[in-house]
């Protein structure tokens, strides 16, 4: 989707998060467990002031894409910074993050020192940092254009999460992909890529 981006004259800058990519070999340094949303949320903001920096950068036409927690991750800042960031781009958007820490932990006592997440090894700081945080109440400062798009069949965040922020979000619209679960194909990454590029230069 960044190549397709890139070739429409689009500057893209993409980055993985200090500890948090779970993919090898990572391009950043940190380990997994002192990562959270909110110390993704401050990657994103330092990246954000990097590419602010840049003479090639149309600092007041600034664009955010976030996938699975990214998703959460570019809501939180562009609620932050609403008059940095003219749009946002949510695939897939993790919404379920805070519902999920509370179904695995009654309380926050329970929350342990590490834990294994669907294979990977987080800190205790990745639950306690989201567990009393109302994601749908970090919507209502962004005014810019939001668009998400979800997989109708996402088993691992419900499409419902997604319906309910587009109906909170000033200006949403969420487009449902039938048979995308939670990640896409190439074909529905160049659907995406176009309805961005179709914001971006409207």
């Not at 070999?25 to 993704?40: A, C, I, L, R, Y």
């Not at 003479?55 to 894409?65: A, E, G, H, M, N």
């Not at 669907?118 to 306690?128: A, D, E, I, K, Q």
């Not at 200006?171 to 992909?177: D, G, M, N, R, Y």
């Amino acid at each position: 989707m960044q190549d397709i981006l890139a070739q429409h004259g689009i500057v893209v800058f993409s980055y993985d998060f200090s500890g948090g990519s779970g993919y090898v070999p990572g391009q950043s340094e940190g380990d997994m467990t002192d990562m959270s949303v909110f110390t993704e949320v401050q990657n994103l903001r330092d990246a954000l002031k990097e590419v602010e920096k840049l003479t090639y950068v149309d600092s007041r036409r600034i664009y955010l894409i976030g996938a699975s927690q990214g998703g959460v991750v570019t809501t939180l800042v562009a609620n932050q910074h609403p008059a940095g960031v003219q749009g946002i781009v949510l695939l897939y958007p993790a919404f379920s993050l805070f519902d999920d820490a509370h179904k695995r932990f009654p309380t926050e006592a329970d929350i342990p020192n590490t834990y294994d997440l669907m294979g990977l090894t987080v800190g205790r700081r990745y639950f306690t940092d989201i567990y009393n945080v109302d994601i749908y109440k970090h919507m209502s400062k962004f005014s810019g254009n939001v668009l998400i798009f979800h997989g109708a069949a996402d088993e691992l965040v419900s499409i419902s999460y997604s319906e309910r922020a587009a109906k909170t979000f000033t200006t949403a619209t969420l487009k449902p992909i039938d048979g995308e679960g939670h990640g896409f194909s190439y074909q529905t990454q160049e659907i995406v890529a176009d309805a961005t590029l179709k914001m971006i230069n409207s």
